[in-house]
């Protein structure tokens, strides 16, 4: 910049290709490495493949049976033996995080291993598990000598895993002698929790949509985590506010997102293939008089129409003016297995609004239902102070189950959903059985007659 006060970075190329190619190369953190100098011609770049739609690095693996080591660090590292020590040490905590469409079902368990040190005190001293702080079960440290990979079944509770869900193993130890001063000699005391710590989860793949509250997880348009199976249109001649608004959703997904690549594309109405339409998540972002999909503001629920109108249900108003921001997500009328999900104001102040709520956590943490309003309570809210917007929530009328099971649990919910027609399809079968051998034994002693 003018008086080197920063620096710029500049990705461009001779065409919309060379473009696109220069900016893959910035996201592709292993071809990202390889770059130095001042300038970076790129020739050609590897493909990387998408990753499963349930592979997300940040929450549980998707194996019925895993290890604690299996899961990994804020720093990307596997969990390996944690040990505590004194008579005050804080909890371990583990992020266990289940993802987004995990239902569990039957009994899950962990298998706590653990080992602890010698001069404890057996009648004060326990190992406690908690779920969100939440105790689930504790059990005495009893071996004055210590004790080595000791083992402790604990059952999770199938209704309280969630994306945001924490276990903690707390060791309280106690130390079996004290000072004069009752000061507790406690440098000695040491609990450790070991990485081949196991669990056992039975779980399905299920989430209803419309849900704005999945969205704080970035489901579903972040399965796969490069969101490739994610298309966001922008009207003809997208205006600056709508790009903004582009930019702060882009970022929110990339901060609930982690891959190797990121496969992303963005078109506005004109030019949106027809397939990518019908086969991925869209995202519509845009003023009401231009927003690419206008079949959301008749699909039901709350509406934005023309002339500051609003409509919800059978009632409708008329507004003076109208800076609220609206965030509302529908089932794709293009495709029942995926979401439309509209960024949209009647003006450019009601985009500022929704740009605001994507970007501060606390605003963006409470979204729930399939609408969201959001307006300001000055002029110039201050973004910092969440006290400076109001927050309105809809809930949507209909949700829509969106299932990936695997094969056997299938043909198991086929058998479930039918059983009210299984019982008179079996009588069916069972009368023309009686009567096809009716006839024939009836045929049969006319002959021997």
């Given at each position: ?154 059952a999770l509770p199938s209704d309280n895993i969630t994306p945001y869900s924490k276990i903690q193993v707390d060791f309280r ?277």
């Amino acid at each position: 910049t003018p008086g080197n006060e920063g620096a710029v970075l500049v990705a461009t190329g001779n065409g919309p290709e060379g473009v696109a190619k220069a900016v893959q190369f910035l996201v592709q953190s292993e071809d990202r490495q390889i770059g130095t100098s001042q300038a970076i011609l790129v020739e050609k770049l590897e493909e990387v493949p998408t990753p499963a739609s349930r592979d997300w690095p940040d929450y549980l693996p998707v194996e019925p049976t895993f290890k604690l080591s299996d899961l990994k660090t804020p720093y990307n590292q596997p969990i390996e033996d944690i040990t505590v020590r004194g008579s005050d040490s804080p909890p371990i905590t583990i992020d266990f995080r289940a993802l987004p469409d995990d239902k569990f079902e039957g009994d899950n368990y962990m298998n706590l291993i653990y080992s602890y040190g010698p001069q404890i005190n057996p009648k004060t001293s326990v190992v406690e598990v908690k779920l969100d702080g939440i105790a689930l079960i504790g059990k005495k440290l009893t071996s004055i000598d210590g004790g080595t990979r000791e083992s402790l079944r604990v059952a999770l509770p199938s209704d309280n895993i969630t994306p945001y869900s924490k276990i903690q193993v707390d060791f309280r130890l106690d130390a079996r002698e004290r000072r004069s001063c009752s000061k507790v000699t406690d440098q000695q005391l040491w609990g450790t929790l070991h990485s081949d710590t196991n669990f056992e989860l039975q779980r399905t793949s299920v989430a209803k949509v419309p849900d704005l509250g999945l969205l704080k997880t970035g489901f579903p348009f972040a399965a796969p985590q490069d969101l490739s199976n994610t298309v966001i249109v922008l009207p003809k001649d997208p205006s600056s506010s709508v790009l903004m608004t582009l930019l702060q959703f882009t970022n929110r997904l990339g901060r609930l997102s982690k891959a190797e690549s990121i496969q992303l594309s963005v078109y506005t109405k004109d030019s949106l293939p027809t397939e990518e339409r019908s086969d991925h998540h869209l995202v519509g972002i845009g003023p009401q008089d231009k927003f690419p999909f206008p079949e959301i503001f008749s699909s039901g629920g709350f509406e934005l129409k023309d002339f500051l109108t609003r409509q919800r249900s059978d009632s409708q108003i008329q507004t003076w003016s109208d800076h609220d921001g609206v965030i509302k997500e529908i089932i794709s009328p293009w495709n029942k297995e995926r979401v439309l999900l509209a960024l949209s104001a009647q003006t450019d102040k009601g985009l500022e609004k929704v740009q605001d709520l994507l970007n501060q956590d606390p605003l963006f943490s409470q979204i729930k239902g399939d609408t969201v309003l959001i307006s300001a309570n000055s002029e110039n809210p201050n973004i910092y102070q969440q006290n400076s917007y109001n927050m309105e929530f809809f809930k949507p009328k209909r949700q829509r189950q969106m299932e990936k099971p695997e094969l056997t649990q299938q043909i198991f919910n086929f058998i479930i959903r039918s059983w009210l027609l299984l019982a008179p399809a079996i009588v069916a079968a069972t009368l023309l059985s009686y009567g096809v051998i009716q006839f024939y034994l009836q045929k049969m002693a006319r002959d021997r007659n």
